[in-house]
């Protein structure tokens, strides 16, 4: 039996001070009326997982719409970050949902300690604006709640937020803000989180809909990571190929990616994401070849790359694909 746990609710989520226990909530099976206010991402993976391992799958639901990652973490954790403010216990300030350490008081802090398999990450709309702190900042969070659940290094399967155009969301207030940067420090963040993965949603992104309908592609790909990664489970594919390194020839280069045991596609179309730059920084589109598991990118108008990037835009469908049919995320080999 598929059963789902809401934990906390509206007028409790947001609080100055760290609790010790919120509003119980009685697990309930996942039917038509309880899980409307669900997630939808979280019931479908546990959805396929309880078909393929046939055991009971039971999710808690701790989340916010519209939080930032700090919401979520400690103020003692949040030392390490001075730019960031978290409310004095003793602030008369309204509080909301933006504030730091809020929700890890409300509703994060009293659970951490209950026993879990591993857990599942659908955030960082909210952190667009801040993306290389983002790089830092992610990682802390995932060292913050594996420490004080005093479970290891569980599980840690988390999903790139997807293209949008950012300049139409009034929540964030950036002007021409490119969110493929807070997908770069996603994609980052991967070689600093132990035991975690990353489902790639560059396909099923909405230029106007920050919450893409298709909860089911990505909810997929979480599950296939689950029971690949923690599961064992074999003979199939569970992740994007990841770009790796970059080989530069002439006025070429050669791009590897690891997750790519079977080759790249673009399923026919020719690639039209690709971009170089040479020193001066400046990018030019590029032509693009699928040559097994890498691609040999150049430009006429750079005669010598010293970087390349794909898909580095703020709202894009990607092009890229494994042979199994798993998104490329967007990347950059440059720094700037």
Excluded at 53 to 75: K, Q, R
Excluded at 89 to 96: A, H, I, R, Y
Excluded at 110 to 138: M, V
């Amino acid at each position: 039996m598929q059963r789902t746990k809401q934990y906390g609710n509206a007028d409790e989520k947001v609080q100055r001070a760290a609790q010790d226990t919120t509003k119980a909530s009685a697990w309930k099976a996942a039917e038509p009326e309880t899980v409307s206010n669900f997630s939808a991402t979280a019931y479908y993976f546990a959805k396929i997982l309880q078909k393929r391992l046939n055991v009971p799958v039971g999710i808690v639901n701790i989340s916010y719409g519209g939080s930032p990652v700090e919401a979520f973490m400690d103020a003692e954790t949040l030392k390490a970050f001075p730019e960031i403010k978290v409310p004095s216990p003793t602030d008369t300030t309204k509080l909301s949902n933006k504030d730091a350490a809020v929700l890890y008081n409300g509703m994060l802090g009293a659970f951490l300690g209950y026993t879990i398999k591993g857990c599942l990450w659908y955030q960082g709309e909210s952190n667009n604006d801040r993306p290389k702190q983002y790089e830092t900042l992610f990682p802390a969070f995932v060292k913050q709640i594996r420490e004080q659940s005093g479970q290891g290094d569980f599980p840690f399967y988390y999903c790139q937020i997807a293209p949008y155009n950012y300049n139409n969301y009034a929540a964030v207030n950036v002007v021409n803000n490119n969110s493929a940067y807070l997908r770069d420090a996603q994609r980052k963040a991967l070689a600093k989180i132990p035991n975690s993965g990353m489902a790639v949603l560059m396909d099923i992104g909405e230029e106007f809909n920050i919450h893409p309908a298709d909860k089911a592609t990505g909810s997929k790909r979480l599950a296939y990571m689950a029971l690949a990664k923690t599961y064992g489970l074999k003979g199939f594919a569970s992740e994007s190929p990841a770009y790796e390194s970059i080989a530069i020839n002439g006025n070429t280069v050669t791009i590897k990616f690891s997750n790519a045991a079977n080759g790249l596609t673009g399923y026919g179309k020719p690639l039209l994401l690709f971009e170089v730059a040479g020193s001066n920084k400046v990018y030019r589109p590029a032509k693009a070849l699928v040559s097994g598991g890498t691609i040999i990118v150049s430009s006429p108008d750079v005669k010598e790359p010293v970087a390349v990037r794909y898909a580095f835009k703020d709202f894009v469908v990607g092009d890229l694909f494994s042979t199994e049919g798993f998104p490329v995320s967007s990347f950059r080999s440059d720094d700037w």
